[in-house]
């Protein structure tokens, strides 16, 4: 075994925004042949499938755990890892012959935990392992495969269904999570990750070294962006947008080029990744807490609002947006401090696109520092429904299946800023073919009465120079960011998270 050192690590950030996707309770898997070594190794083991409905997909994911005794030797540590492993293969070549009915779109993963313990002790019971959970305070050693170990050490048939379990150290694993940060990028990394283990063993050349090598390679690569290059297409081909996303040209091209500015721009989606976790999750908390204080008020038992299944799906469609599409949500937050002194007196309207799901639209409402003003929030935030409603009726977008509209307040209070954001999300009915027909004229006719216009007009320098970020009411054409790709400004986090609570 290449590696082995002892390590404790902890659970990444995006474990915790699957637990959103968890389609059921945990399973506890029993695997066949095991005696063996938990007599010859005085070995103990704990497995569990759990089921994750993503958006792209389910993901099926086996954690698995072997308990060996402190100070086994490296020979044996292999050995019981070895037969550990093929019980698992067995077991899932024989969970995908009991359910070939279930035609989704999946991936199958097993994430590989060794743990050490004492070796007086004999039973989960005296050892207090729990059936369906891991020790944490237990040193667990930092192990991995590659493509090598399953071409030399234990060869599997690639055309057989068992070679679909995608094998990860937990280590290895945890590493992937907190890398990717999203789940929809971890979708496309274990689609990559299948790939390059099938070119191994058809080219007989190990492609990667290890789990933790590839998913650096993922992420330097251009086709992080290709989703988000579809969506803006897309965009402009229904005259949503009229032009590319600068941000998007920018880092797909650096990102093509492994350019030295790559590492940079992938550093900024990363943090902003991780901003809009946090702001999504305080969003849904804050909806809830204004529900519980509104039946509070009104002596109400029952919620007449939305149920937990309905938030948790809210949080779902926050959280299903890559890391890219996160980038630009959290970029519009922070452009608003640097709007002009009447835009944030006013307040203005400023529509965003989803990068990951064509049809997934924002409206971000800056409420106006005036508070008798008609964009202030006592005013909006009562009507965020309506809004999202009309937005949905209007928005000539024949894919649209989900408005979400964020009511967005600064705070400033001595030298620390506060963000709050209110939350509305609109499910949209798919559109029949007869309504694709007349929403897909209705945008020929305005196309060409804009094109008529144009041409009837004349250009001047404060037209060219208007700034369609800005809106004070609702528009038809996602904002576009006139940035230069050389200048775009860095994602730091100065705004103070989380959001005040409890404010008056």
């Not at 990102?255 to 943090?271: D, L, R, V």
Request: aromatic share 8%.
């Amino acid at each position: 075994m290449s590696d082995s050192t002892t390590a404790i690590s902890e659970v990444a950030a995006l474990a915790k925004e699957l637990s959103w996707y968890l389609h059921a309770d945990a399973v506890e898997v029993v695997l066949s042949n095991m005696s063996t070594i938990e007599q010859k190794y005085n070995a103990q083991y704990g497995a569990r499938l759990r089921h994750y409905q993503l958006p792209l997909g389910q993901l099926r994911l086996l954690e698995l755990t072997l308990y060996l005794p402190a100070g086994s030797s490296s020979e044996d540590i292999d050995a019981a890892r070895m037969v550990t492993l093929k019980a698992a293969l067995a077991w899932h070549k024989s969970y995908l012959a009991q359910h070939t009915s279930e035609n989704s779109v999946s991936h199958e993963v097993l994430a590989f935990d060794i743990q050490f313990i004492d070796s007086s002790r004999k039973s989960k019971a005296e050892l207090n392992i729990p059936q369906q959970q891991p020790i944490e305070s237990l040193k667990r050693l930092t192990h991995a495969f590659g493509a090598r170990y399953f071409m030399e050490d234990l060869v599997v048939d690639m055309t057989d269904s068992v070679q679909q379990l995608q094998v990860f150290s937990w280590h290895d694993w945890q590493t992937v999570l907190e890398a990717l940060q999203t789940p929809c990028e971890l979708w496309r990394f274990l689609n990559y990750h299948l790939e390059q283990l099938q070119s191994s063993a058809n080219n007989h050349v190990a492609s990667f070294t290890s789990e933790t090598e590839l998913v650096e390679d993922f992420l330097k690569s251009s086709s992080l962006f290709t989703a988000a290059i579809t969506v803006d297409n897309a965009l402009i081909k229904s005259s949503i947008q009229t032009e590319p996303c600068s941000a998007l040209v920018a880092m797909s091209l650096a990102a093509k080029n492994q350019s030295k500015t790559a590492q940079m721009y992938y550093q900024h989606m990363a943090q902003a990744a991780s901003l809009w976790s946090q702001l999504s999750s305080q969003m849904i908390e804050a909806y809830r807490d204004n529900l519980l204080k509104i039946n509070q008020n009104l002596q109400e038992a029952d919620n007449d609002g939305l149920s937990d299944t309905d938030l948790a799906y809210w949080q779902q469609q926050l959280l299903d947006e890559s890391l890219f599409s996160r980038h630009e949500l959290v970029r519009t937050l922070y452009r608003h401090p640097k709007q002009g002194h009447d835009l944030q007196k006013d307040g203005y309207v400023v529509h965003q696109h989803s990068y990951e799901s064509l049809g997934r639209h924002y409206v971000l409402i800056f409420y106006g520092q005036d508070v008798d003003g008609q964009n202030s929030k006592k005013v909006i935030q009562p009507n965020l429904a309506k809004i999202a409603q009309d937005v949905a009726t209007r928005l000539p977008i024949v894919e649209l299946h989900h408005v979400i509209v964020l009511g967005i307040e600064f705070i400033t209070e001595n030298d620390d800023t506060f963000i709050d954001i209110d939350l509305w999300i609109q499910p949209v009915n798919q559109m029949t073919q007869r309504e694709r027909q007349l929403t897909k004229q209705i945008q020929q006719l305005k196309q060409q009465q804009a094109a008529q216009q144009t041409m009837n007009k004349p250009s001047t320098r404060a037209e060219n120079s208007t700034d369609s970020e800005t809106q004070t009411g609702t528009a038809n054409k996602v904002s576009r960011d006139s940035t230069q790709p050389a200048a775009l400004p860095q994602v730091n986090l100065t705004l103070s998270i989380p959001a005040r609570k409890n404010k008056p």
